[in-house]
């Protein structure tokens, strides 16, 4: 695709959408992935990457394409960046193929593409999936509520602003930190940026009332920070009916489609507790282990948030600490979003020290900030040395 070899990862991903090419076209005697993979000239080789894998590029077809003697595509992985590695790798993972079985049909299926836009929170992913399947075979005619808890940086607010994104929906989201009253809430305009650039600033009133009977995202960032508890009594209602009013004797508004997503910390110490607790804390969460904590972190969220609220949620979804591959993974990430204009003078080897270092100064309890962090302040000492 000219899109690819453009270099332009935004022009990739709208031919892909559109449908007028496919992730497994050929370019030339090569898959378009091969050719991604192999083409030193792309600055935004990653990315392109991530894009194909997220609409459905077949890796298996690489182990021939890339010339692996063994036929096996674990040599060629080794050769490759730590990031690189990892979508490949997840891309052919009995999780991936499990959550795609779980999507297939959904008319939430685009939100699997978000496997390719996080590092980690594998089993939190395929709870969420679980979730919204039952939701689609309508075995449940509430409304979908999620709080996302757990540790700073670890993507929960990452996941709850792609959501609306990845299902081309509106998204309204609210800054819980700054609310004293249920009125407050109503009246909150959004400080999402794809809401921002859709039209004219609203409020929460004003969004639930253009898209009423509509599926639409409504994100409740730091829902625990309120500054007055009763400012969630408000959602009680629309929460387990799938109605809302928002003044006496006025008409109710059908949000039964919202999807509600509330982001939060509770808990973040218990997760951090469990993670340590368990015998191989670097190796991704079995089933039963995620569920155990889930069943933990339950009433944790009650006694923050009241028992009223939270028999209305829907799910709890822990988000875990990352496990050292997955650390590592974030430094390589973190070292390929900076322009190729400032490390394209810096040798392998050295930016290679640049993520050891990362690693050494990462902070669990800031999670993916901290590594962004170090890899900047570490590449500034790195191109002074070169």
């Known amino acids: 695709m000219f899109a690819i070899a453009s270099d332009d990862v935004e022009q990739v991903r709208q031919v892909l959408a559109s449908g007028d090419a496919g992730p497994n076209d050929a370019m030339g005697p090569q898959s378009a992935l091969a050719f991604t993979l192999t083409n030193d000239q792309l600055s935004q080789k990653l990315d392109i990457v991530k894009v194909l894998l997220e609409y459905g590029a077949d890796i298996t077809t690489l182990q021939k394409e890339l010339g692996s003697p063994e036929g096996e595509l674990k040599p060629i992985?080794?050769?490759?960046?730590?990031?690189?590695?990892?979508?490949?790798?997840?891309?052919?993972?009995?999780?991936t193929r499990r959550a795609s079985a779980l999507m297939r049909r959904s008319s939430f299926k685009p939100l699997a593409r978000i496997r390719y836009g996080i590092v980690g929170q594998d089993r939190a992913l395929e709870q969420l999936f679980r979730v919204l399947s039952m939701h689609n075979?309508?075995?449940?005619?509430?409304?979908?509520?999620?709080?996302?808890?757990?540790?700073?940086?670890?993507?929960?607010s990452m996941l709850a602003h792609k959501f609306g994104s990845?299902?081309?929906?509106?998204?309204?989201?609210?800054?819980?930190?700054?609310?004293?009253?249920?009125?407050?809430?109503?009246?909150?305009?959004s400080i999402s940026p794809d809401q921002v650039s859709a039209g004219p600033p609203c409020t929460l009133i004003e969004f639930l009332i253009n898209n009423e009977g509509k599926r639409c995202v409504v994100v409740l960032d730091e829902i625990e920070k309120t500054k007055d508890d009763s400012v969630l009594w408000s959602l009680l209602l629309p929460w387990e009916l799938g109605r809302c009013s928002f003044e006496a004797n006025s008409m109710n508004v059908d949000v039964r489609n919202v999807v509600w997503l509330g982001t939060s910390n509770i808990g973040h110490d218990l997760v951090f507790e469990y993670h340590d607790s368990l015998k191989h804390p670097n190796q991704t969460m079995s089933r039963e282990e995620y569920v155990e904590l889930m069943a933990q972190l339950r009433p944790r969220v009650s006694d923050r948030l009241g028992a009223s609220v939270?028999?209305?949620?829907?799910?709890?979804?822990?988000?875990?600490?990352?496990?050292?591959?997955?650390?590592?993974?974030?430094?390589?990430?973190?070292?390929?979003?900076?322009?190729?204009?400032?490390?394209?003078?810096?040798?392998?080897?050295?930016?290679?020290?640049?993520?050891?270092?990362?690693?050494?100064?990462?902070?669990?309890?800031?999670?993916?900030?901290?590594?962004?962090?170090?890899?900047?302040?570490?590449?500034?000492?790195?191109?002074?040395?070169?």
Not at 79 to 93: F, V
Not at 137 to 148: A, E, F, G, N, S
Not at 166 to 189: F, G, I, K
Request: proline share 4%.
């Open 77 to 95: 992985l080794e050769e490759m960046d730590d990031a690189t590695k990892y979508y490949l790798s997840k891309a052919d993972t009995s999780l």
């Open 137 to 156: 075979q309508k075995i449940t005619v509430t409304p979908i509520v999620m709080l996302l808890c757990g540790p700073s940086g670890h993507g929960k």
């Open 310 to 386: 939270l028999s209305r949620v829907t799910t709890i979804l822990p988000f875990v600490p990352f496990t050292l591959e997955e650390t590592r993974v974030i430094a390589s990430e973190a070292l390929q979003s900076i322009s190729t204009d400032l490390t394209s003078g810096i040798s392998k080897a050295a930016l290679n020290t640049v993520i050891e270092g990362a690693l050494r100064e990462f902070i669990p309890a800031e999670g993916a900030r901290s590594l962004y962090r170090a890899v900047s302040n570490l590449l500034v000492d790195a191109i002074d040395l070169s």
């Open 166 to 189: 990845l299902l081309d929906v509106p998204t309204h989201t609210v800054n819980m930190t700054t609310l004293r009253t249920a009125h407050d809430l109503w009246q909150s305009y």
